[in-house]
């Protein structure tokens, strides 16, 4: 008999429907509301000047990153190492590295803010569960 895959639950960001997927998905699509959704860690190395940035997942802005965005929903997590300038809207733990360069709002559940980060301006809502993602246990979100 074949072992069914690990499952880990996730939430759609357009119509907040919870739903399992299996571990190693990438995209679903949202059995509510048939929208598609990115599930994995989106990571960036180089300049993205975009409207908006979704994931189930992580974002994650390397050191040689560079984001201009109007809003950034990550449902895991934000880790920056480069330069962010978008209103984030984040489920899980956000990091600022010790280089990374910061210009927007912020709400999530915690915020660790290197020594030597630069924050421009924004406005912190911190603890913050706006996205409803709080009770997805935390290996849910990663």
């Given amino acids: 008999m074949a072992k069914a895959a690990p499952q880990r639950r996730v939430q759609c960001y357009h119509c907040r429907h919870r739903f399992d997927i299996s571990s190693r998905a990438m995209s679903v699509p949202c059995p509510k509301c048939a929208k598609a959704l990115i599930v994995e860690d ?7 000047n975009v409207r908006k940035i979704q994931t189930c997942g992580k974002v994650i802005i390397e050191k040689k990153g560079r984001v201009v965005a109007q809003s950034i929903e990550a449902h895991g997590g ?5 330069i962010v300038e978008a209103k984030v809207l984040s489920g899980g733990p956000v990091r600022i590295g010790a280089k990374a360069q910061w210009k927007g709002d912020l709400a999530a559940p915690s915020l660790t803010a290197e020594l030597g980060c630069r924050i421009e301006r924004g406005f912190f809502t911190i603890p913050d569960d706006a996205l409803g993602v709080a009770d997805l246990t935390p290996d849910d979100t990663a």
């Fill in 42 to 48: 989106v990571v960036i190395n180089t300049a993205h």
């Fill in 78 to 82: 934000v880790e920056v190492e480069g």
